[in-house]
């Protein structure tokens, strides 16, 4: 099968289309042919020597990719869930090894759910990491309730478009920062309110903040915590809860944590519930082959991406 292979730490220029062996799954595995990938910035923080390229090196090929949309080939004895020609998506063995880029994986059946009707490879591909970050955080890190003031930041991209519209499933007033040129966007998703964050401190404008969402780290998380009301949440994904912040928060009465989204086939089913009633919509922006996978890296390197990348294989 081809597969790209990242030869060394560094450039996108090192990530190589080659011919490898097609895997194999354990008895609780499946085989997918892979359709549509996606890609997040933990791909880049990798592919640049960080991330979760030690683990990733102690194999002898390095293949980057958690986020996969595709077709059951094969399952493995013990597999109850799927059959072969089963549609499914998922984020796979995160943190660990995913392998996605690549013409198949193999999956735990427990990472993986059932596309639902009428949603393609694409939207499902871009509805897995970036999705499940964002529910893992509102609902089972923050447990967000109706009524609640939620702060997302970078609400226009990868996490934060999704964690607009799942803070809106559950009936929350959301304030999203982002460039003024993604405020039409922002309100189009359901934010209630917009701050321009090239214009605007928000640490000195907003307060009584029930939960916020960190995908930006540093300063922002500093400034967060002060908007933050008495018993409110924030929760980092980006590690930006370190210990100036944890002093801050073990002074006041509030939660500040950090979190790593986990590979779960049941909130991928939660997410799959959402796509199908059509109240959660993954934006696409831009679309690459396999073999454009260096500037489709270089395209999220960016940091400016508005919703989501996928890489369509097969």
Not at 18 to 38: A, N
Not at 69 to 82: C, I, L, M, Q
């Amino acid at each position: 099968m081809k597969a790209i292979i990242l030869t060394e730490a560094g450039s996108p220029d090192n990530l190589k289309l080659q011919q490898v062996d097609t895997p194999q799954p354990k008895e609780d595995e499946v085989l997918i042919k892979i359709k549509t990938i996606s890609i997040n910035p933990v791909d880049v923080k990798t592919r640049k020597g960080g991330g979760l390229l030690e683990g990733l090196q102690k194999n002898p090929l390095v293949i980057l990719g958690w986020d996969v949309a595709g077709d059951v080939v094969a399952v493995g004895a013990s597999v109850t869930k799927f059959k072969e020609s089963d549609k499914v998506f998922g984020m796979i063995n995160f943190p660990g090894k995913g392998k996605t880029y690549a013409e198949y994986a193999t999956a735990p059946e427990a990472h993986l759910a059932h596309i639902p009707d009428g949603i393609n490879y694409e939207e499902a591909a871009a509805a897995t990491l970036a999705a499940l970050t964002a529910w893992q955080v509102l609902v089972h890190q923050a447990e967000i309730r109706a009524g609640q003031r939620v702060l997302i930041h970078a609400a226009a991209g990868g996490v934060g478009h999704f964690a607009v519209q799942i803070a809106k499933h559950f009936d929350a007033f959301v304030i999203g920062t982002a460039s003024a040129a993604n405020s039409d966007f922002l309100k189009s998703l359901g934010v209630d309110q917009t701050v321009d964050y090239t214009r605007e401190d928000f640490s000195q404008t907003l307060k009584d903040i029930d939960i916020v969402l960190d995908p930006i780290g540093g300063a922002t998380t500093i400034k967060s915590l002060r908007v933050l009301k008495p018993g409110g949440t924030l929760v980092s994904i980006v590690g930006g809860v370190k210990e100036e912040a944890q002093s801050i928060a073990g002074d006041s009465n509030f939660t500040a944590k950090n979190y790593l989204v986990h590979s779960s086939g049941r909130d991928m089913e939660q997410l799959a519930i959402l796509l199908k009633e059509g109240k959660l919509k993954p934006f696409i922006s831009s679309r690459y082959t396999l073999e454009q996978m260096p500037e489709a890296h270089r395209k999220i390197e960016t940091g400016k991406t508005r919703g989501k990348i996928v890489v369509n294989v097969g």
